[in-house]
């Protein structure tokens, strides 16, 4: 059996804004609530699983999402008809900017618990090109 990630849980301040937040960006659909549990899936079978729990318990975490080229279009179109705060970098030094890492683009966001949230249109790869981060490696 192949190991793929099934879900994760994703904590917020509220369950359901951040599930919304995520969900209306991507373009992606919020699922029915399950206990304790706001859940957003992703198109290869990842379902964000957001919990609401003490703001000081939350511990900001990384989520970087591969989308395409049009999916991109529409997500940067939705965060700046919002106006979302965006940056070309992770660190939040070039704001109002995206980036055209590994010959693709991507750009860096905030949800409303504080997480960092990425798009990207081409997987990061490694220097000695031996791999490629965020799709799998063919045999």
């Known amino acids: 059996m192949s190991v793929e990630l099934n879900h994760t849980?994703?904590?917020?301040?509220?369950?359901?804004e951040s599930a919304e937040f995520l969900a209306h960006i991507l373009g992606l659909?919020?699922?029915?609530?399950w206990?304790?549990?706001?859940?957003?899936?992703?198109?290869?079978?990842?379902?964000l699983d957001f919990a609401t729990i003490p703001a000081e318990s939350i511990v900001m975490q990384?989520?970087?999402?591969l989308v395409s080229d049009e999916e991109?279009?529409?997500?940067?179109?939705?965060?700046?008809?919002?106006?979302?705060?965006?940056?070309?970098?992770?660190?939040?030094?070039?704001p109002g900017e995206i980036n055209h890492h590994h010959g693709g683009r991507g750009l860096y966001f905030m949800d409303p618990a504080g997480h960092g949230m990425e798009i990207?249109?081409?997987?990061?790869?490694?220097?000695?090109?031996?791999?490629?981060?965020?799709?799998?490696?063919?045999a």
């Open 9 to 16: 849980i994703v904590h917020s301040h509220d369950n359901r």
């Open 29 to 33: 659909e919020v699922g029915a609530e």
């Open 35 to 47: 206990g304790p549990f706001v859940p957003v899936g992703t198109s290869n079978g990842v379902t």
């Open 62 to 65: 990384h989520y970087a999402f």
């Open 72 to 94: 991109f279009d529409a997500a940067f179109d939705r965060i700046r008809q919002a106006g979302i705060t965006y940056y070309a970098d992770p660190h939040g030094r070039q």
């Open 120 to 138: 990207i249109t081409t997987p990061y790869t490694f220097p000695d090109n031996s791999a490629k981060v965020g799709r799998p490696t063919e």
